[in-house]
């Protein structure tokens, strides 16, 4: 460990040693990890709350992923790097990052403190807030994979975003507006205004309106699954593209309507951040912070989410007062409450 400044000694985290409802998570005074070789220890000023956070908790991602317990949730955080460990010069205390823990990792971001590899952080740009950087950090990147490297998107493409008034969604729409392409996309009738405003030419509201009766598009992005994906194929072109990111499996059929039907890689990949900060920064992607809530209200933040009622952008947890000294007194982060 290189870094001279005192650490603190302890932090507030949100954990669950059992698979169940929102009650599960638990808020917890932790000691804070110290860096070994390699590796980076960021005091957190914000988290988000992400869909995978509340079906890892219920023990719905099973197929997928087998945490270990008891678990910090949080798939990102947006903070300050208080120290690095021997052998990490891409960092150095008082850069702000972005931080993304693969979902197994038990230490996850609801938490006053995170350790990291450097290839798990993104500089951020100094303009960004905590609260908007961390809304754009796994939304981002799963936007850009499936624009950019998954669909390719051209142009003049006329282009079908399910979800837009999501988190993926709604940077989805912004990206693939960027890009030149023809931005339709479903939302509540309660979002059309907002959804025009992110950058669509047309909004079909999923809850008054069919969305099959569109002409004939280029690609679809499904960010729902079932009947959603299944009634997908009728809007799109043959040798359209059909490029879909939900948890639950799909019936791909993609060889009778004679389109491609691709499940986007979503990988955490900093180069992938770092392009969706860069157009932040530029005022092109705006982050979309649907509501922020305090660490120590978790349980409220998932609860919100699973019940469906976060809507325009990602919910953000606010990480403040959440680490303590050797002292057992506050110990101020460089980046706390912001
Ligand atoms: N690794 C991956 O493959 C990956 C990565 C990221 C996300 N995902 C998945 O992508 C999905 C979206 O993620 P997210 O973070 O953007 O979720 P989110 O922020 O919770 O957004 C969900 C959105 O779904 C919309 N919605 C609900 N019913 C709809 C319908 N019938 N038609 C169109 N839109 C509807 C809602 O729109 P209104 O607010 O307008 O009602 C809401 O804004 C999730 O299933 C998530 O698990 C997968």
Redesign the pocket.
Known sequence: MTAQAPLPETMLAIRYADYGGPKVLQPEWLPVPRPGPGTVLVALAAASV???DW?LRAGLLSAHFTPDLPKIPGRDGAGVVLAVGAGVTEFAPGDKVGVMVPPPVAAGTYAGAVLAQPGQLVALPPTLRAAEAVALI??GL?AWIAAVRCADVQHGQQVLI????????GVLVQLCAHLGARVTA???A??RDYVLGLGATQVVA?DTEDFTALPPQDIVFD???GP?HARSYAVLKRGGHLVW???APITDEGAAHGVRVS??P?TDDPKAVARIMALAARGIIRPQV?ARLPLAQAAEAQRR?QA?E?????LVLDIADALRGADGKPFTAPWDGS
């Open positions: 992400a869909p995978l079906k796994n939304a799963s399910h979800a837009g008034a999501g988190a993926v969604g479903t939302c509540r309660a979002n999923y960010l729902m699954g959603v990111l939900t948890a499940r986007a979503i649907a989410q469906g976060v809507t325009r952008g990602r």
